[in-house]
């Protein structure tokens, strides 16, 4: 993305370490994104409930609230704003992996300024194909898609189960739709990152199974013995072709 295509992103930076916040910043600047940085992570999450964020970069530890935190009282109040997270050290990611709060992208400090702005254009385009695509394709976004007793909204970007509305983030949704578009084909964990991610990072396959496993809490009737998104051992995941409706 040129500056030309990133001029209305807004980002929201929290981040205590000034000399870091400063250098993020002046990276966003040069690829045309406008950041606003926070030191505190109390006030970082009053920030957050605003609509005008593309994405918002999050530390993990912060003084007035923590990272995971933030990250979990967003989700719960269905906030889906698109959130890359950066963690001081793989300890550190592990943990936000296990716990599993609903943060699209991790960064582990320390972090070139390229990974980061390659991570947060990755989100930006992500975002911008779903949209064009479904302005470009109004026909196929117009029906929604059903897999048994899922139904994918593409358009309205809506998931429901039984009739159910599912509340799922961008990250998670946009997973779904790939498997949804693909029933039966199965999908290495390294193809999912570069189809979904926009990225296919090495070692960052946990961020796959992180999120598959969200997934599931979310659309399995019994997500400790899956029915939808099946393991194929070895291999990766597929989306189970479920007939009963
Ligand atoms: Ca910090």
Same mark, same amino acid.
């Given at each position: 993305m040129d500056s030309s295509h990133g001029k209305h992103r807004k980002i929201l930076l929290v981040e205590d370490e000034q000399d870091i916040a400063t250098l993020v910043s002046m990276h966003l600047e040069d690829i045309g994104v406008q950041t606003t940085h926070i030191d505190r992570g109390d006030l970082a999450l009053i920030e957050a409930?605003?609509?005008?964020?593309?994405?918002m970069i999050l530390d993990? +530890?912060?003084?007035?609230?923590g990272g995971l935190e933030i990250c979990r009282k967003l989700r719960e109040q269905g906030r889906q704003i698109p959130i890359l997270m950066l963690t001081s050290k793989s300890s550190e990611l592990d943990r936000v992996l296990g716990l599993e709060?609903?943060?699209?992208d991790y960064v582990t400090k320390p972090f070139s300024p390229l990974e980061l702005t390659a991570r947060v254009k990755a989100i930006f385009r992500r975002v911008e194909l779903s949209q064009s695509a479904a302005q470009s394709a109004p026909e196929r976004y117009a029906k929604p898609v059903r897999c048994g007793s899922l139904t994918v909204d593409h358009g309205k970007r809506e998931v429901r189960l039984h009739g159910n509305s599912v509340d799922l983030t961008s990250r998670e949704f946009d997973l779904l739709l790939h498997f949804v578009e693909n029933p039966g084909q199965v999908f290495r964990r390294s193809e999912l990152l570069d189809k979904i991610w926009g990225y296919g990072h090495e070692g960052y396959e946990h961020t796959v199974n992180s999120h598959i496993n969200r997934l599931r809490a979310k659309i399995e009737d019994d997500p400790a013995h899956?029915? +939808?998104?099946?393991t194929v051992w070895g291999v990766g995941y597929k989306l189970s072709e479920e007939r009963a409706a």
């Open positions: 409930a605003k609509p005008e964020w593309d994405l993990l +530890r912060l003084p007035g609230l709060l609903g943060a699209d899956p029915m +939808r998104i099946v």
